[in-house]
């Protein structure tokens, strides 16, 4: 997507393997290629969000993170309370709407 002011506005997206291990060759120009990704994603103009490509066993995780969080939903209240972190204003944890 192109912004208002001719500048690319679209979610900026890094390859997993970018993250891990920089360039042998030219670790330096690897590492500003990323800042210079993570600055646009975040930057005054940015999305404030930036997409990893590539990461191994992702479908798997994902998969696992959304059974377990049915799981979670459905345990009874008594439960839930227990897992509530009022320390952090409820922002880990079990929060249900609780958030401040």
Not at 27 to 48: R, V, W
Not at 65 to 73: E, G, S
Request: net charge negative; aromatic share 8%; with cysteine.
């Amino acid at each position: 997507m192109m912004g208002d002011d001719g500048d690319d506005t679209s979610i900026v997206v890094v390859e997993y393997s970018d993250l891990l291990a920089p360039a042998a060759e030219s670790p330096q120009d690897t590492s500003s290629a990323l800042l210079e990704k993570i600055e646009k994603a975040f930057g005054p103009s940015g999305y404030g969000v930036i997409a990893i490509r590539g990461v191994p066993s992702f479908v798997e995780a994902k998969n696992e993170c959304l059974t377990q969080a049915y799981d979670l939903a459905h345990l009874k209240p008594e439960d839930l309370k227990e897992l509530e972190d009022p320390d952090s204003l409820y922002n880990a944890g079990w929060s249900h709407g609780k958030e401040m």
